[in-house]
């Protein structure tokens, strides 16, 4: 080592680092927690939506089954495919089935299991107002695409009679954070309000034509809660959990009806005739009469080749054992379980897995 | 940045090995790798970070150039992604927070160090540095509750009254938006603005003001115009940390600037930063180009945060060289 300068000594001890990274790493997922020999464990990775659910499923199922044991990370549907679609994980787990191109990016095809379905509703914040107002769909996305902008407005007047609504000005608040919760409802929006579909569109994050953005469910209903004249939407679970005041919306059917769990149940079941056989179905804006117009199935997302012979039995034992005795546990929790056609549909894809 | 500089002695060392061993017995040799290769460590991450910004961003990069600068446009659905609404934020937020900060946190530092007695003083120090420790969430949910209301309620109002002659204080008032999160950066800065500055007081150098009150100077006048001039290098250096604090906070802000990408003349207008977008859109990003539009933020973030401290090193070498000629 003779005279060496200084910027290539920072280059060869950088170059140290790097490699004692690299053997770090490789050392590191070399000695990934190994449990007791027989224990085979399973990882997923998404949806935030469902996860109360799922990690009360998981832990019962390992009670039933103490050799199994299944990790949850509720990363978020988008992170949860992409982690599905680099082999990081068993399975992914969405609020809004994977498109096309999605599925194209996967060396594996990919089924859909829906789990259970969540709904989304309107919440407002109005002076002197405490009855549950009705709102049609063409009504919202006015609302949305800030074109009706005071609650005395005609168009809501016309659909609220006998409510003393005021001149008040109306503040949209919105998810800021990417969120199954805001694709359901843009879904719907451009489901009955053309423009909206071609101004808009739908998507875990669009571009709001006007309003505030909120973080999360509670960040919306934190805004909606202080700002008079708000309006905002939030899931169907967190509205009933923390008693927050919402109205009826307009489904297909022309009925105003007010979103609970039979409702939603009601609207995957007005779809059931027509689901494809992947599954990828939006069921806003259901047939029926007591269908929720603003509801979705939340999926987990499973290969159909899984090498490992061990984890495909379990997976497949599993999403039986969901199907039937998990589906009990929805509705304890506020989720909508799924209706029967669906159940048998989806027990019939399960030998798809191979 | 880069470079340690290496004794002489150390070189004469390398070339023979008995010396080598008698240098590494002795510790020295054995030190001097060690906190070369801490310091080589950095100098890499921060080069891995930037390649792999620039990397995950190529498709973005090529897909609208220059445009992702200037464009106004966030519209994930129909892939069209401009950056300029996210860099107006940030930086019309942070400035808001160093102008509240900056003469609070010098002031209360001048105080500290030079006027307080050291009872006071201390306690004082030591609850500022509670501060700096609290969690940005907690900031975050301070404005929620509190800022964005009391806003709403009296401080845009008395503003819109007031300056309302001004388009910065003018439209519709939420509470939430660019003032709040001003604020809510402003509190969150200040402890390192007060307590790096105070430090930096406490070590100018007793004889200074002894000589300054020698010649007859009141306590402030050599406090004001002797002990403040002589740190004021150190006071800069406070400021700045502040700023880049300030700049890539994500939590707190997300938490109260509204998260509209919209520019908007009006300081009671909801905003949005770029590290609150990334830490929003970054889970539930599907598309692969508005994932990369989210990494090529990143790396706007980061060049925004270069370019600032290049500004703040001119602007301390300007002013050291000021000086010495006096």
New interface residues.
Partial sequence: ????S??A???V??A???TSLVAFHSSASNAAPVPTPETVMLTGAGATFPYPIYSKWFSDYNKIHPDIQINYQS?????G??QLLSGTVDFGASD?PM?D??LGQAKIKILHFPTVLGAVVPTYNILGVSQELNFPGEVLAGIYLGRITKWNDPEIIKYNEGVNLPAQ?I?VVHR?????TSYVWTDYLSKVFIEWGTK?????????PV?????GNE?VA??VK??PGAIGYVELIYAVQNKLPYGRVRNAAGVFVKGDLAGVTAAAAGYAKVIPEDFRISITNAPGETAYPIASFTYLLIPTKIQDANKKEIIKGFLAWMLHDGQKEAEPLSYAPLPKEVVAKELKQISQIQ | M?????PTRR?AA??RAPALIQGLRSGDTFAH?IT??C???V??LT?ALVFELYVNSTTAQHKFGLRFLTGR??????GEFGALPFVYGTLVTSALALLVAVPLGVGAAIFLSELAPPRISNALTFVIELLAAVPSVIYGLLG?FIT??FL?QYGEPFLKRTLGFLPLFQG?M???GMLAAGFVLAIMVVPFVISLSREVLMAVPVDQREAALGLGATKWESTWQVVVPYARLGIMASIFLALARALGETMAV??VI????RISSSLFA?G?SIA?VI?????????DL?LQALIELGLVLFALTIVINGLARIVIISTTQKGSRQ
């Fill in positions: 080592m003779k005279k060496l200084n910027p000594i920072i280059i001890s950088a140290l680092v790097l990363i978020g549907s988008g992170a495919i992409r809004a498109n191109e999605q000005d503040v800021s954070d990417g969120s199954g808009v569109g739908r998507n875990t994050s669009v571009n709001w309003g505030l953005g909120g973080k960040g934190g805004l202080q700002t | 880069a470079g340690i500089p290496v070189a390398n070339r790798l070369l290769f310091a080589a460590s100098l890499l080069v446009t966030w519209d994930p659905v129909s929620i964005a209301p709403r519709p939420y509470g939430v997300t938490m509204g998260n509209d990408p909801p949005y609150a830490a929003n859109e970054f889970a539930e990003a599907t598309a508005h």
